[in-house]
C-alpha cells in the first residue's frame, strides 16, 4: 500500500499563491505515477494535474494551465504550486497515486489522501 498526505492548504486572496505537498509512504514511490484531483461542494471531483513516475512528463487540465505546476522528487514528494489562485479554485484538493501514466481519471488512482481545503477569497 502507498499512504498519502496533502499539506499546504489554507484560505488565500484571489490572485495569491499556494504551494500544496504530498507526502508517500509505503511502497516504492517512484513506481508510481501521481496526480492531484480537487473536489467543490456539489460537485463531481475533477483533474487538476498529473506525473509521470520519473516525473519527466506532466499534463495539466486546461482550467488550470499557465497557472499550475505540478513536480516530484525522487524520493517521495510531490507538489502542486497554484499561482494567480481565483475563487473558483476554491476546493478540496487530493493527491493519488495510479499505475497508469498520466491518467485524467479519478477511477484509476488506487490510493488517495485525505484531502487538503483550498479556499480563494474574492
Known amino acids: 500500500q502507498v499512504q498519502l498526505v496533502e499539506s499546504g492548504g489554507g484560505l488565500v486572496q484571489a490572485g495569491g499563491s499556494l504551494r500544496l505537498s504530498c507526502a508517500a509512504s509505503?511502497?516504492?514511490?517512484?513506481?508510481?505515477?501521481m496526480g492531484w484531483f480537487r473536489q467543490a461542494p456539489g460537485k463531481e471531483r475533477e483533474f487538476v494535474a498529473a506525473?509521470?513516475?520519473?516525473?519527466?512528463?506532466t499534463r495539466t487540465a486546461n482550467s488550470v494551465k499557465d497557472r499550475f505546476a505540478i513536480s516530484r522528487d525522487a524520493e517521495n514528494m510531490m507538489y502542486l504550486q497554484m499561482n494567480s489562485l481565483k475563487p473558483e479554485d476554491t476546493a478540496v484538493y487530493y493527491c493519488?497515486?495510479?499505475?497508469?501514466?498520466?491518467?485524467?481519471?479519478?477511477?484509476?488512482?488506487?490510493?488517495w489522501g485525505q484531502g487538503t481545503q483550498v479556499t480563494v477569497s474574492s
Open positions: 493519488a497515486a495510479s499505475t497508469l501514466r498520466l491518467s485524467v481519471l479519478h477511477s484509476e488512482y488506487v490510493y
Open positions: 506525473i509521470s513516475r520519473g516525473g519527466g512528463s
Open positions: 509505503g511502497r516504492t514511490f517512484s513506481n508510481y505515477a
